[in-house]
Each structure stands twice: as C-alpha cells, then as structure tokens.
C-alpha cells in the first residue's frame, strides 16, 4: 500500500490554490492597464504669436464671418462677454491624433468667464467647434465692452502625443471597485513609468485621460446628462463619457490664472457624440485644490 498517495494529492491540491506570485500579479495588471490607455495630445505655450489660423492661446481669434462672440447673462443678471482662450487647428491636432477621433479640419475654441469662474456646466464656459475651413476663418476684433483685463495676451502652442493611463478615478469607473482594486492600485501607480506611461506635466491637453484634481468626471457627465433626461444612470453608461479638453491653471509672466486655487478647467463628451460630430452636449467642470 502507499501511504505517499494522499500526501502528494493534498500538495498539489495546495500548489493549485497558490497565490499569484508578485510578478504574475504585475503582469496581469500591465496587461490590464495596456487595454485602458488612451492617445493624449498634450501643448504647452511658447512665448510668440501664432499665424492667424494657427492654434494658441489668446489674442484674437480667427472666426466665421457669422460668428456671434460668445456672452451670457450670469445667475446675478449681469451680462458678460466671454474672454477667449484657445484657439485649436484641427488640421494641426491630425498629426498627433494617433485613434483618429478629431475632425480633420475646422477649429475649437474656448471661451471662459474670468469674472465669476463657474464651476460647471454654465453658460459661462463654451467650447465651441465651426468646421469652417480655415482659409475662411477672419482674425475678429475684441467686443467693445469686453474689458481690458481679459483681452488675453497671445502665446502659440506646441503640440506632442504621449500614450497615457487613467489615473485612479477612471481606473475604478472602468474596472469596477471590487475588492482588490486598492490593492491593485498600489501597485500600478509605482509602476506606470516603468511601463511607459510617466506622468506629463503640461499646459494642457487635448483626449487621453484628464489628469483629476478631485472625483472623477465621467460619472458625474453621466449623471447630469441622465438626471436631465429622468433616466436612470449607470457606471457602464458612464464610461461613454471621454475627455475632450483639459486647460490647467495658468502661470506665465505675461498671465497669471489660477482657476480657483492651481485648477483646471475640464470638457468632456460622449464618444458617440464625438464621432458623429455633435458638440452640442459637450460638459463642463472646473475642479481646483
């Protein structure tokens, strides 16, 4: 008889029910976060003046022939007209859009209130898209009673693409915070440079995934966007929702714009709305410390 058989059934019943090791775990997560990255186009300012189709921050803008400069009345009556901030070429993004999501042509523009500095979703913060060519765009003068103080001074902009890696809100809103997902986390934010995907300090940035300051954006899009509608929301639903445009706060010598305290100004839209061209859902939220 051999008394070795329930030994050797019991061991390899445990070597069966062995934790991952550390590097299997790694690579698992690796794997994991390689499925989720995103193609960023991040700018940075450069202290020149841009062509007038060109993108960049300030200064006057190349617009429509038609195009009503953008202004609201705020919630204490007061009517203000919009400062304007960016100016996108559309034709420049094409080089660095890598998923191949932007129009190819056309223009963004930013247009954000500096004198009450809403928060989110107001009339008072309007990213706009025209897909007029840009060789029928004009340079447009200030409104009159835009004051002098927020006729931003110019600077163009300089484009990169970088892959990037959600950071820990989006991590959770698209893999489910289950049990190990802290855990998890600890693990791949020491490990995200390794793996190529360093964090980018930057001006700003155009998709990928917004670099957050407080709670995550995209469940609180899809919320609004669903509480407008008396549907229910979801997380899955949620997950639609995808940066579209990220401006941090601005620290120059010739401007000086905190957005509250070292904030950033965030527009997200749905992906579906983005590839069918629609802009006219597009959420606005600005967080800060």
Request: glycine fraction near 6%; charge should be negative.
């Amino acid at each position: 008889m051999d008394d070795t058989k329930p030994f050797w059934h019991l061991f390899r019943h445990n070597r069966n029910d062995e934790k991952p090791s550390e590097i299997e775990i790694e690579a698992k997560l690796k794997e994991q976060i390689q499925a989720l990255v995103r193609n960023g186009i991040f700018f940075d300012f450069e202290k020149r003046k841009a062509a007038p189709v060109q993108s960049k921050f300030g200064g006057k803008p190349a617009l429509p022939k038609k195009f009503e400069w953008p202004h609201y009345t705020d919630e204490y009556g007061e009517h203000i007209v919009l400062p304007f901030f960016l100016q996108l070429s559309c034709e420049e993004l094409s080089v660095y859009d890598t998923d191949n999501l932007l129009p190819h042509e056309g223009m963004f523009y930013l247009f954000y209130d500096l004198t009450n500095q809403p928060w989110r979703n107001s009339k008072g913060a309007k990213l706009l898209y025209t897909p007029t060519p840009i060789s029928e765009l004009v340079p447009a003068d200030f409104p009159d009673n835009l004051p002098e103080e927020h006729r931003l001074p110019e600077m163009a902009l300089k484009f990169t693409a970088h892959t990037c890696a959600p950071d820990w809100e989006d991590y959770v809103g698209m893999t489910g915070d289950d049990n190990t997902a802290y855990t998890d986390w600890d693990i791949i934010e020491r490990k995200l440079g390794k793996w190529g995907y360093p964090h980018m300090e930057s001006a700003g940035r155009i998709l990928g995934y917004a670099s957050l300051i407080q709670n995550g954006i995209a469940e609180a899009c899809e919320s609004r966007a669903q509480e407008e509608k008396q549907q229910t929301y979801s997380k899955k639903s949620a997950r639609e929702w995808i940066l579209l445009l990220q401006l941090n706060c601005i620290e120059e010598e010739e401007v000086d714009i905190p957005f509250g305290d070292c904030g950033s100004l965030y527009f997200y839209i749905r992906q579906q709305d983005l590839e069918r061209r629609d802009f006219s859902q597009i959420q606005f939220e600005l967080q800060c410390y």
